[in-house]
């Protein structure tokens, strides 16, 4: 048992219940698992392009999981 005291009112916020199932996190996700795939296919035929090919997908992935957080289709910062 602890002895410190917190009021209820400094308690902090409640975590938002969404848990990461936002357009955002979908279309990062699938995005990430496909560049995923294909750069493994690439990795064990080897073909270099093809690697290439999915690590590009993963950083379009990204920056489409940012864009739309950005555009609020994401969990809120706060």
């Known amino acids: 048992m602890s002895s410190i ?3 209820p009112e400094d308690l902090p916020d ?3 219940t969404n848990h990461g ?3 955002a996190a979908w ?3 699938i995005g990430l698992t496909i560049a ?3 750069a493994s296919v690439g990795l ?3 073909v270099w392009p093809v690697v ?3 690590v590009g997908l993963a950083v379009v992935a990204l920056a489409a999981g940012a864009a739309l957080r ?3 289709h994401g969990q809120p910062l706060q």
């Open 5 to 7: 005291e917190i009021a």
């Open 27 to 29: 279309v990062a996700n």
């Open 70 to 72: 950005a555009l609020g």
């Open 44 to 46: 064990a035929i080897p």
């Open 52 to 54: 290439w090919v999915g």
């Open 21 to 23: 199932k936002t357009t």
């Open 36 to 38: 995923a795939l294909i």
């Open 14 to 16: 409640m975590a938002h």
